[in-house]
Structures are given as C-alpha cells and as structure tokens.
Nanobody, 123 residues
Framework: QVQLVESGGGLVQAGDSLRLSCVVS????????MGWFRQAPGKEREFVAC????????YYADSVKGRFTISRDNAKNTVYLQMNSLKPEDTAVYYC????????????????WGQGTQVTVSS
C-alpha cells in the first residue's frame, strides 16, 4: 500500500514563499511520476505541476510557471513544491499524487493521493 502525506501549508501574505513536502511510503517511490494539484472552495481539483520518475522532466500550469518549482528526492521518498511570489488566487488545498503512468497532468493518471495541506494567501 502506498501512502502519501503532505505538509508545509499555512497562512502567508501575498508575495511570501512556502515549501510543500509530500512523503511517500513504500519502496517503489522512484517508479512513480509525482504531481501536485490544488482545489479551491467550490472549484474542481486542478493541475499545478508534475515531475517524471527520476527527475527526468517537469511541467507546470501556466498560472504558476516561473513562480513554483517541483522537485523530488528519491533517497528520501519525497516530492517538494517550492512556491514563491504567492498570490491570493493560490489559496487552495494542495494535494500530491503518485502516478504509475509516470509524467502526467491528468488527475485520472494518479493512483494514489495524499490528504491535502491548506495554503491560504492573504492580500
């Protein structure tokens, strides 16, 4: 069983930074592509960023490109999301997901999800 646990969310002001972490249990972390998604109240869960199995590629939503950076440490079974220059519209619950299909921007590609961590950005 693969379990994902996110951390690092919080309440910050516009322009601040946060780093989210997602620790994945199990020995097969390096075989999964990893992604970050977010869900604001009353909205669908949307793609934020993803990274290939061995840090082989990254992709970002246009809304976060240039501000957010996804990375992974396969030795620590952890994927990160560095978020800089945060905006009020970044406020959401952030979820990490693990995809056996590797690199993907599609929610349907993800087999496992964490419980989410709240990010709130005040203006």
């Amino acid at each position: 069983q693969v379990q994902l646990v996110e951390s690092g969310g919080g309440l910050v002001q516009a322009g601040d930074s946060l780093r989210l972490s997602c620790v994945v249990s199990g020995r097969t972390f390096s075989t999964y592509g990893m992604g970050w998604f977010r869900q604001a109240p009353g909205k669908e869960r949307e793609f934020v960023a993803c990274i290939g199995r061995s840090d082989s590629g990254t992709y970002y939503a246009d809304s976060v490109k240039g501000r957010f950076t996804i990375s992974r440490d396969n030795a620590k079974n952890t994927v990160y999301l560095q978020m800089n220059s945060l905006k009020p519209e970044d406020t959401a619950v952030y979820y990490c997901g693990a995809s056996s299909r590797g690199f993907s921007i599609l929610k349907s590609s993800y087999n496992y999800w964490g419980q989410g961590t709240q990010v709130t950005v005040s203006s």
